[in-house]
């Protein structure tokens, strides 16, 4: 009885609209999008909290009843979340919940011996995979680029209609495997991209660095450290990543290796 009674009061989520900040200061029951803007909650929420491109800010006297996630911006705020919280920032740190001091190096070193751990599987495991993601670096790096904006716009495009078209748990099941997908492009392009420079940085190594393994996990660990460096740094990494997602995009469009022998075998 009291549940129905509760559910009775809650006004329903409010529609999203682009570029428009979501506020929710009544309680509320569905779930709560915001597209290329900010939510900011001061009340109950009887559902998920879904920002894409901004930030979720949970004021004192929040409560959700479900997940936050912000697809490209950051959570935070005192406000309390029975669920998951989701951050996810595919260029790297997003809004203004970036840790400092001692945490920072932590979490910073941490993400280096992340991506050691990843480069070396996937060069090990799948070398051709990273072969073909290296090809179009040096071939038109210019058109790289601009596949790796072009890539993160139609991403981010997708993101915003899937939420605004199915919203609830749905929605964000769609939105969380559109994640997974840039995630997973964005790794091969940023191991892509360190084949590619360790194969460049080859002839003044030491022997002992020249093997395709060694040599692209030094190239992956010098970007790692570099994008540690404030402001030049995450501007230099950033760049990375747009360009490896460009990489990335670019070899699925390429014909497989496979298919290339077999065509000039058919064609002899």
Same mark, same amino acid.
């Given at each position: 009885?009291?549940?129905?009674?509760?559910?009775?009061?809650?006004?329903?989520?409010?529609?999203?609209?682009?570029?428009?900040?979501?506020?929710?200061?009544?309680?509320?029951?569905?779930?709560?999008?915001?597209?290329?803007?900010? #939510?900011? /909650?001061?009340?109950? @929420?009887? %559902?998920?909290? $879904?920002?894409? +491109?901004?930030? =979720?800010? !949970? &004021?004192?006297? *929040?409560?959700?009843?479900?997940?936050?996630?912000?697809?490209?911006?950051?959570?935070?705020?005192?406000?309390?979340?029975?669920?998951?919280?989701?951050?996810?920032?595919?260029?790297?740190?997003?809004?203004?919940?970036?840790?400092?001091?001692?945490?920072?190096?932590?979490?910073?070193?941490?993400?280096?011996?992340?991506?050691?751990?990843?480069?070396?599987?996937?060069?090990?495991?799948?070398?051709?995979?990273?072969?073909?993601?290296?090809?179009?670096?040096?071939?038109?790096?210019? #058109?790289? /680029?601009?596949?790796? @904006?072009? %890539?993160?716009? $139609?991403?981010? +495009?997708?993101? =915003?209609? !899937? &939420?605004?078209? *199915?919203?609830?748990?749905?929605?964000?099941?769609?939105?969380?495997?559109?994640?997974?997908?840039?995630?997973?492009?964005?790794?091969?392009?940023?191991?892509?991209?360190?084949?590619?420079?360790?194969?460049?940085?080859?002839?003044?190594?030491?022997?002992?660095?020249?093997?395709?393994?060694?040599?692209?996990?030094?190239?992956?660990?010098?970007?790692?450290?570099?994008?540690?460096?404030?402001?030049?740094?995450?501007?230099?990494?950033?760049?990375?990543?747009?360009?490896?997602?460009?990489?990335? /995009?670019?070899?699925?469009?390429?014909?497989?290796? $496979?298919?290339? +022998?077999?065509?000039?075998? !058919?064609?002899?």
């Amino acid at each position: 009885m009291i549940a129905l009674l509760l559910a009775g009061v809650l006004a329903g989520a409010p529609a999203p609209r682009l570029g428009a900040d979501v506020l929710v200061e009544v309680p509320t029951a569905g779930t709560v999008v915001s597209l290329a803007a900010q #939510v900011r /909650v001061s009340s109950v @929420v009887d %559902g998920d909290v $879904v920002a894409v +491109a901004g930030d =979720v800010e !949970l &004021l004192p006297g *929040a409560e959700v009843r479900g997940d936050v996630i912000a697809l490209g911006g950051a959570i935070e705020g005192p406000g309390v979340v029975s669920g998951r919280t989701v951050e996810f920032a595919p260029l790297g740190w997003a809004g203004s919940r970036a840790p400092s001091g001692s945490a920072a190096w932590g979490l910073a070193l941490l993400r280096v011996g992340g991506w050691l751990v990843l480069g070396s599987l996937l060069t090990l495991l799948a070398p051709g995979l990273v072969r073909r993601a290296a090809a179009p670096v040096g071939d038109r790096p210019w #058109v790289t /680029v601009t596949v790796g @904006v072009l %890539g993160l716009a $139609v991403w981010l +495009a997708v993101m =915003v209609l !899937l &939420l605004a078209a *199915a919203g609830g748990p749905i929605g964000i099941l769609l939105a969380l495997l559109g994640v997974a997908g840039l995630l997973a492009l964005k790794v091969v392009g940023i191991v892509g991209l360190s084949w590619w420079l360790g194969r460049r940085m080859a002839p003044v190594l030491p022997l002992s660095m020249r093997a395709e393994l060694p040599r692209t996990a030094l190239a992956l660990l010098l970007l790692a450290v570099i994008g540690m460096i404030p402001l030049v740094g995450a501007s230099l990494w950033a760049a990375a990543n747009v360009a490896g997602i460009g990489a990335a /995009v670019r070899a699925m469009g390429s014909p497989h290796p $496979v298919a290339l +022998a077999l065509s000039r075998v !058919l064609a002899r």
